[in-house]
C-alpha cells in the first residue's frame, strides 16, 4: 500500500502561493551558520517552503492551545497550556538537523513572546561502552540501541511542564554520550525533537514517542541522493577533523582516503540504508508534512497529512 495515499500532493510553486505575506525572517549569514555540512539551502528556499510551513504550525498551534482551554472548561478548572511539540524524522544525512535548526529559529523569529528549544535523540542512545556489552556496537542507530523509556520519560516531563529537565548530551566529534554533561530545557513554549527514531517503535506496546508530538515532519529523499549526500558529508568531515586527534574522525581523516571512503560506503549499505529500509522509511506515513527533496537538496514536492 502506497503511505502516501492519506497525502494532499503540493508542488513547490503551489505550496509557496498558499502564504503570501511572509519574508525570510533572517539574515544569508545567519542560514549558513545553522545549515549542515553539505546541505545548499537558501533564503528563496526559506520563503518558498519554510515560511508558509511556520504559517502552518501556527494553525496547529492556535487548535492545540483551543483545545486545552476546552477540557479545562469540561474539569471546572484552570489546565495549562502544555508545550506544543514538533517532531522531525528522517533518514541520516537527509538534513534534518538543518530543518529543525532553521524551524526553531524562524518559530522564535516569528513568535517573539513563545520560548522555542530543540533537542536531538541522539542523547538518548546509549553510551558506546553499554552497547558493546549488548553486542549491538554495529547496530547503532537502529531502535534498539536507544534508551526509548527514558526518552519517553523525558517528553512525559517536558508535556507535564516541569521547571527543568536534563537531557543526555552526545557529541558527534566523539560518537559516543558525553559522560556528566546535559542538555537542560526550561518550559519550552515549543519544543522541536530531532532524530532518526522520532517516529519509529515503542519502548513497549502502549505508548509511542510520536504520541507527544502535536506536529511532525518527515524530511525525504531517493536512498540513492542520500547516500551521495551522506558521502559527501563524511568527506567534509575528513577536511576537519585531521586537525583534531580527539576527534573520532581523524582516524580516517589521516589515513588513505580511498580506504576511508571505502569503510562509509559499508557503513551506508550496511547500517543507515539497512537501517532507514528496515525502521525508517515506514514511518513516514506518521508525519503530518512529507518534505521531498531532490538535487542539491531542492524541495520540490511536499505531502500534506489529509486526516
Known amino acids: 500500500m502506497d503511505d502516501k495515499m492519506n497525502y494532499y500532493p503540493i508542488s513547490r510553486k503551489e505550496w509557496q502561493g498558499f502564504y503570501h505575506n511572509g519574508k525570510a525572517p533572517l539574515t544569508e549569514e545567519e542560514l549558513e551558520d545553522i545549515k549542515g555540512f553539505n546541505d545548499q539551502i537558501s533564503l528563496q528556499d526559506v520563503q518558498d517552503i519554510y515560511v508558509p510551513l511556520t504559517h502552518l504550525i501556527h494553525l496547529y498551534m492556535k487548535e492545540f492551545e483551543s483545545l486545552t482551554v476546552s477540557k479545562g472548561l469540561f474539569l471546572h478548572e484552570y489546565v495549562p497550556v502544555p508545550p506544543f511539540i514538533i517532531g522531525i524524522a528522517g533518514s541520516v544525512a537527509v538534513g534534518k538537523s538543518t530543518t529543525a535548526r532553521l524551524l526553531q529559529l524562524i518559530l522564535s523569529r516569528t513568535f517573539k513572546r513563545r520560548n522555542v528549544q530543540l533537542i536531538t535523540t541522539d542523547g538518548f542512545l546509549y553510551p558506546n561502552k553499554v552497547l558493546e556489552a549488548k553486542g549491538i556496537m554495529d547496530r547503532k542507530g537502529f531502535p534498539e540501541s536507544y534508551d526509548m523509556e527514558k526518552l519517553i520519560d523525558f517528553l512525559n516531563q517536558v ?146 497529512r489529509k486526516y
Open 159 to 304: 508535556k507535564n511542564c516541569q521547571e527543568e529537565i536534563k537531557a543526555p548530551l552526545y557529541s558527534h566529534s566523539v560518537y559516543d554520550i558525553v559522560e556528566g554533561e546535559y542538555e537542560v530545557i526550561q518550559q519550552p513554549d515549543i519544543l522541536i525533537v530531532e532524530g532518526i527514531n522520532t517516529l519509529q517503535l515503542p519502548a513497549n506496546q502502549q505508548i509511542y514517542v510520536s504520541d507527544f508530538f502535536d506536529f511532525s515532519v518527515f524530511v525525504d529523499a531517493e536512498p540513492k541522493l542520500i547516500e551521495k549526500w551522506y558521502l559527501e558529508r563524511f568527506g567534509a568531515l575528513l577536511d576537519t577533523a585531521f586537525l583534531d586527534p580527539d576527534n573520532y574522525y581523524y582516524q580516517y581523516a589521516i589515513g588513505n582516503r580511498e580506504d576511508a571512503f571505502a569503510m562509509a560506503k559499508e557503513v551506508w549499505k550496511t547500517v543507515n540504508l539497512k537501517n532507514l529500509e528496515e525502521y525508517i522509511l515506514p514511518t513516514r506515513g506518521r508525519a503530518d508534512i512529507i518534505l521531498h527533496k531532490t538535487e542539491n537538496h531542492i524541495i520540490d514536492e511536499i505531502f500534506m
